[in-house]
């Protein structure tokens, strides 16, 4: 029997998305390996009321820690104390910058293998194993354990799933470090992109690796500002990955899901991760230099050329129009 833990990240009174998720795929394959899905909260209000938003995904137990929230140092002794004390096999971590930072800190600490970025938690020969895309998303490799394993998901790759169950709910004391009590969390930083708001857009122009570096984005700014209020721009998993644009912009399979009336593509390609989440706009224009691009096939209006030729003269055209 296998049981596997969830990190659960908690900040005012709700889990992230990310650790729901994870704990959904986790519940996925706890069946299988003949174990369960449980959850770690660590926080210093943690009520039976955060804990149950695990249980509604999957978490039969949620053990409690009472010790400083978002502190890395701090969840990454509590966890490893968790998995020795428990006997956990695999840990498991929703992603976002502190699931690297702790899933990799936990990993050392309990000698286990790891492996980050991964799409899927599936089970073979009995043992868990973890799905990763690797070579530009181009292939997915299979990570296998010998001992214990750490996986830290990709943002958002676990799909939340509500089961309408509830958990068990424990506390567990967990020595700190001298390490971690050396941390203290003195100000928690907005996401970067917080205001973005791509999903209520009635007009979405979309930034793709074609645009060429983050300043080049003014193209795109400068396309939804002439379309005027209801325009917004969002982005391709490419530039977020490449620090162009704020992830909170994110078009696609593991970003979001829009409709907007009219979806703009400027240099997207228009991979089948990214036509998921934008496929049911009303009319789709694309631009792109390759007529062989696979957004032509699904686009309503195309452009084949350059778009730093192509959008600006669009700009004018509409300004124009506009008066
Ligand atoms: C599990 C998984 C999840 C994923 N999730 C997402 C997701 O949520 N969203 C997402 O977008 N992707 C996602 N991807 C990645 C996806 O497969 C593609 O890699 C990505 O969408 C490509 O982004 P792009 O179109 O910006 O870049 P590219 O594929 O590099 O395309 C750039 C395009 O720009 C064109 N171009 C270049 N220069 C110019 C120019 N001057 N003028 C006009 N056109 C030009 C090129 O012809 C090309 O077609 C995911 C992949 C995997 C495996």
Redesign the pocket.
């Given at each position: 029997m296998a049981n596997i833990l969830v990190y659960g990240l908690a900040h005012e009174g709700t889990v992230n998305k990310n650790s729901r998720g994870a704990v959904s795929e986790a519940a996925k394959v706890a069946s299988e390996l003949g174990g369960e899905a449980h959850a770690v909260l660590v926080g210093t209000n943690v009520d039976d009321a955060l804990a149950q938003q695990l249980g509604a995904v999957g978490a039969t137990k949620v053990w409690t820690v009472n010790a400083a929230e978002g502190v890395a140092q701090t969840a990454a002794d509590a966890i490893s104390a968790l998995v020795e004390a428990q006997g956990y096999d695999y840990v498991v971590f929703g992603g976002g910058l502190l699931g690297f930072e702790i899933g990799a800190a936990v990993a050392a600490a309990i000698g286990g293998g790891i492996t980050v970025e991964a799409?899927e938690l599936a089970v073979d020969g009995g043992r868990l194993v973890a799905k990763r895309?690797i070579f530009?998303?181009t292939l997915l490799s299979t990570s296998h354990y010998k001992g214990k394993g750490v996986i830290v998901a990709?943002t958002n790759?676990f799909e939340v799933k509500e089961t309408g169950g509830s958990a068990t709910v424990e506390s567990f004391d967990a020595p700190a470090s001298a390490a971690a009590g050396q941390v203290t969390l003195k100000v928690r930083g907005e996401q970067r992109g917080a205001d973005i708001n791509i999903e209520d857009a009635q007009i979405l122009v979309t930034g793709?690796?074609?645009l060429?570096t983050a300043e080049n984005f003014s193209v795109a700014d400068g396309l939804a500002a002439a379309f005027g209020s209801g325009a917004a721009v969002g982005a391709?998993?490419?530039?977020v990955d490449a620090g162009w644009f704020p992830y909170a912009g994110?078009?696609?399979?593991?970003?979001k899901t829009v409709a907007p009336k009219l979806y703009v593509g400027l240099?997207?390609?228009?991979?089948?991760?990214?036509k998921v989440?934008m496929q049911s706009s009303e009319n789709v224009l694309a631009?792109?230099?390759?007529e062989n691009?696979p957004i032509f096939e699904f686009a309503d209006f195309g452009v084949v050329?350059?778009?730093?030729k192509i959008a600006p003269a669009l700009t004018e055209a509409i300004k124009a129009k506009k008066g």
């Open positions: 799409t895309p530009g998303d990709r790759a793709g690796r074609g060429g391709t998993r490419a530039v994110q078009v696609g399979q593991t970003g240099g997207v390609s228009g991979a089948i991760q990214h989440g631009i792109n230099k390759d691009a050329g350059d778009l730093h």
